[in-house]
């Protein structure tokens, strides 16, 4: 019997010191670089969408000035430069929570500048960085900006 209770402690022991993977408190996959300084523009979420199909998820993010713009207030916040930027990641199971999907990669960071009302359509700088290391690259520039431009703000109390 005392050997039985030895035994059981002892394989209790072993089951608790296995080498699964510790909780990791920043998912590096999905951060921005340091390097692109994206705290530097001090931006707000201003919605988020997901594509099941393409399996990725993005957050629109935007100043005070842009997020006005999009909800048609142009005006309120006149004289400060409007910045809308769109992150885009791949998705992967979340491993602590069983049926919840969370950001993987970084797939692409694209963003809208201009110092006016973005209605005015004039002065729209539209860059594209791809990649884990955000390299700029070219795109479809009024497509983009359009799609972007028509994504609607979330109403948050």
Not at 5 to 24: A, G, H, P, T, W
Not at 36 to 54: C, G, Q, Y
Not at 78 to 106: C, H, M
Request: positive net charge.
């Amino acid at each position: 019997m005392k050997n039985l209770i030895v035994y059981l402690i002892m394989r209790v022991f072993v089951v608790s010191c296995n080498s699964q993977k510790e909780y990791e408190p920043v998912n590096q996959n999905a951060s921005l670089p340091e390097s692109f300084d994206f705290n530097a523009m001090n931006l707000r979420v201003v919605t988020s969408s997901i594509n099941h199909k393409k399996q990725t998820m993005m957050t629109l993010y935007g100043t005070d000035s842009a997020i006005d713009d999009l909800k048609e207030n142009a005006g309120k916040v006149n004289s400060k430069e409007r910045i809308l930027a769109l992150v885009t990641w791949s998705q992967k199971d979340d491993p602590y929570w069983y049926g919840a999907k969370v950001p993987n990669n970084l797939l692409s960071v694209e963003v809208i500048k201009s110092k006016l009302p973005f209605s005015e359509n004039s002065e729209i700088l539209y860059q594209k960085y791809e990649g884990k290391e955000l390299k700029k690259v070219n795109a479809d520039v009024a497509n983009r900006v359009s799609t972007i431009l028509s994504m609607k703000p979330s109403i948050m109390p």
